[in-house]
């Protein structure tokens, strides 16, 4: 439930770094930034999607609720691959976000 939280983080952090890129010069330094917050912003909504999925799937009080998602649970190869795909995304999620808060830094501090 807490990987959920940190999506809308990363979009208010990606707002916050569109003002730091109106607030400075264009320097190439500022623009891989915001490239590297473009994806960011990607990953981050795909993350959201795969681990709502993982939830929904998972959680049983849900496919009570919803027969159709009590088969979704009951299926093996959706299951795997939703923690695969988790697993991958959540890596992918965090190498980008240190990635571009690192070209922020950088930028910011000109290094």
Not at 30 to 51: C, E, R, T, Y
Not at 88 to 108: D, E, K, N, R, W
């Amino acid at each position: 439930m807490l990987a959920l939280v940190l999506v809308p983080i990363s979009l208010v952090t990606a707002q916050v770094g569109e003002q730091l890129q109106q607030s400075r010069p264009a320097t190439a330094m500022i623009q891989v930034h915001a490239q590297q917050g473009d994806v960011l912003k990607i990953v981050s909504v795909i993350f959201f999607v795969i681990v709502a999925a993982m939830i929904v799937t998972s959680y049983e009080p849900i496919g009570r609720r919803f027969a159709f998602l009590g088969r979704l649970r009951e299926n093996r190869v959706l299951g795997v691959g939703l923690l695969m795909a988790g697993a991958l995304a959540g890596a992918f999620f965090l190498y980008q976000s240190i990635i571009t808060g690192h070209s922020g830094a950088s930028s910011v501090w000109g290094r």
